[in-house]
Each structure stands twice: as structure tokens, then as C-alpha cells.
């Protein structure tokens, strides 16, 4: 499936953002999704998993009640991010795969968005 994020932007310290990821074909019941993000000079880190059929969800540590991820019947999976912090900063991506659970690895994607640059300002 390809995927395609979109919402990224330069915000201060403290404000919100939502990222949209938008799927080339049906994704709800069939594929588990993921947000993960990668900073200059870091690896890339998980940030939030959402399973097939909506039930389930799993945060990092880092972002932990401060983000949620969401996705509708359709294509479309979200993340709100509140409360930001320049920490956030990084490239944002969307990933996907078939599967019955929860997947918190790059590992485990087999499809990958392009990435949306998030800046946070201090």
C-alpha cells in the first residue's frame, strides 16, 4: 500500500498539530498502522501504533498522553500532537502492515509514507 503524510508545519512550543496519513486503497480491517519519527543524527523512533480494527492502541514513552493516534473505516489514520515540545522535532512518518496486532518495530512495517518535517520552536 502507499502511503502518503501530510500536516506537518513549525509551531511553538506548547501548540498542536494533527498529521494525516492518507493509504492508496482500504486499509481499515486489514492493516495495523504506525507513526515513527527520526531526528537529525538519531534513528528512527516509535512514537504510536493503532491495530486493524481500532481497538487497540500503544504510545512511546515519550509521547505518552500527549498524542493520540486515530484512524476512521476507511484509508485515513491520524496523530494529534498536543502540547509540543522541541524535542518533537523530527520527520514524521506513517507506516503499515497486514497483520492482527500491535507493531511498535520499523521492523515489522513493509510500507512506508515520505515523511512530513515537524519543527517545534522554543
Known amino acids: 500500500v502507499q502511503l502518503q503524510a501530510s500536516g506537518g508545519g513549525l509551531v511553538q512550543a506548547g501548540g498542536s498539530l494533527r498529521l494525516s496519513c492518507a493509504a492508496s486503497?482500504?486499509?481499515?480491517?486489514?492493516?495495523?498502522m504506525g507513526w515513527f519519527r527520526q531526528a537529525p543524527g538519531k534513528e528512527r523512533e516509535f512514537v504510536a501504533c493503532?491495530?486493524?480494527?481500532?481497538?487497540?492502541t500503544y504510545y512511546g514513552d515519550s509521547v505518552k498522553g500527549r498524542f493520540t493516534i486515530s484512524r476512521d473505516t476507511g484509508n485515513m489514520v491520524d496523530l494529534q500532537m498536543n502540547s509540543l515540545k522541541p524535542e518533537d522535532t523530527a520527520v514524521y512518518y506513517c507506516?503499515?502492515?497486514?497483520?492482527?496486532?500491535?507493531?511498535?518495530?520499523?521492523?515489522?512495517?513493509?510500507?512506508w509514507g515520505q515523511g512530513t518535517q515537524v519543527t517545534v520552536s522554543s
Open positions: 493503532i491495530n486493524r480494527i481500532d481497538v487497540a
Open positions: 507506516a503499515a502492515r497486514e497483520g492482527p496486532n500491535l507493531y511498535y518495530r520499523p521492523q515489522d512495517y513493509s510500507d
Open positions: 486503497e482500504h486499509t481499515f480491517g486489514i492493516y495495523a
